[in-house]
């Protein structure tokens, strides 16, 4: 096996498993095939190898390695930040050297700011605190977003903190901290991304997919000049004016571009890690636009699935009047502050195990509320059996515009 087909394996192999490993648990493709594949890699192969190292060594091997994947997973520390560094930089010094003297003017400066763009958003990502909640600026992530009661509920006290948890907030067990507007933990960065650095981490992104698109042209501008110059010198008359591709076979048209990939190591096989990291970034950044345009991050997404399958189930309620219709009683602002929000709804949500109509008591419902007995359920009760997670209004969803304000803003 030639060297060329080793990386081209190689680069392969290992966007595979960064694509499985980023978007395996993503609930649109989890009962997929890449969900399955996850599923294979993760949970059936190491239970695989730890039976075999249980018969062998009686288990100190997988011990091992499950305490190094702990603190890989569960520890904040610099491992994944230092490699996807190392990755980054290593192709920008690999690639621009070797290609910068066969580049115009143009794409000299281009080439160049594409290259320190992405090390800007990474830095600000990485370095980002300011969503971090704190007793001194609990009172202002209070103030910032409503609780939507179906999502979110008020009065709920984070047990590490101490402290009622702001609407959309989350506690982080690696970062040790409530996080405001929390998306998801990102190894790649060692940070949480919320409300703070959100916006830096969607400019990592974007600039870190351009600049791999950006890669792969260069790439193949610079090997079609080669093979263009190769064709040119060969004594074939009219023909060497013509596309270096003409006339060729398909067997010969790769064979040419193995051969230029083989002639510039450092360009090719960069290139081809671009062009085949490429789609992942896309589809990373495409998804997080996709979640901002329906008003969503990544931790209410997967809260949002867990309310469509007991939908499917036939275990949720709706009534169009909020708990507080019900009782007569006024929110307590200190658990509750008024926020000044664009929208609202009077909807109220209840998940109830038994899968019947919510009535006194109601002690399997999940929000553990008790509302007053409804008379005849059959007649005057308010609640109804949803159908469709299209039926419930998501209170954060301004619009995409408003979205991308709310997004955007730092």
């Known amino acids: 096996m030639g060297p060329l087909k080793i990386i081209v394996i190689g680069v392969l192999i290992i966007s595979t498993i960064t694509f499985v490993a980023l978007f395996g648990r993503l609930p649109a493709l989890r009962k997929g095939p890449v969900g399955l594949l996850h599923r294979l890699i993760w949970n059936n192969l190491p239970v695989a190898l730890y039976r075999l190292d249980n018969f062998v060594t009686g288990g100190q091997i997988t011990s091992s390695i499950r305490r190094f994947g702990y603190y890989l997973m569960n520890e ?40 320190i763009i992405p090390h800007i958003f990474i830095y600000k990502t990485v370095t980002s605190t300011a969503s971090y909640i704190t007793s001194a600026n609990h009172s202002y992530w209070m103030q910032q977003y409503p609780y939507d009661y179906v999502l979110f509920q008020p009065g709920k006290i984070c047990p590490t903190c101490q402290f009622p948890k ?17 998306d998801h933990h990102c190894i790649w960065v060692m940070n949480c991304l919320g409300k703070a650095n959100y916006a830096y981490f969607i400019g990592m992104l974007f600039s870190i997919a351009i600049l791999l698109s950006y890669g792969g042209y260069l790439t193949h501008m610079i090997l079609t000049e080669t093979l263009q110059r190769r064709a040119d010198q ?28 083989s002639r510039d190591v450092s360009i090719g096989g960069v290139g081809m890690l671009a062009v085949m990291t490429a789609p992942l970034a896309w ?3 495409l998804y997080h636009i996709h979640l901002i345009r329906v008003g969503m991050t990544t931790n209410e997404r997967s809260k949002w699935e867990d309310w469509r399958d007991d939908i499917a189930d ?17 929110p307590d602002l200190g658990i509750e502050p008024l926020v000044e929000w664009p929208i609202s709804t009077s909807q109220w949500l209840v998940r109830c195990e038994d899968g019947q109509p919510p009535d006194i008591p109601l002690a399997s419902c999940e929000n553990g509320a008790r509302l007053p007995s409804a008379g ?3 007649h005057s009760s308010p609640w109804k059996r949803l159908q469709d997670l299209h039926d419930v209004d998501n209170l954060y969803n301004l619009g995409f515009w408003d979205n991308i304000a709310d997004a955007m803003t730092v």
């Open 76 to 115: 904040n520390h610099p491992l994944i930040l230092i490699f996807f560094l190392l990755l980054l930089l290593g192709s920008q010094l690999l690639f621009v050297p070797s290609s910068f003297a066969r580049l115009p003017a143009f794409h000299r400066v281009l080439v160049v700011t594409l290259c």
């Open 166 to 182: 702001p609407a959309r907030s989350k506690h982080c067990s690696i970062c040790k901290a409530c996080i405001a507007k929390h």
């Open 376 to 378: 005849n359920p059959s």
């Open 234 to 261: 060969r004594p074939q008359g009219i023909q060497s004016k013509l596309h270096w591709s003409f006339g060729k076979s398909w067997s010969q048209y790769f064979e040419s571009w193995a051969w230029a990939l």
């Open 314 to 330: 036939g275990l949720v309620f709706k009534s169009e009047r909020r708990l507080d219709d019900h009782i007569n009683r006024q």
């Open 283 to 285: 589809g990373l950044f």
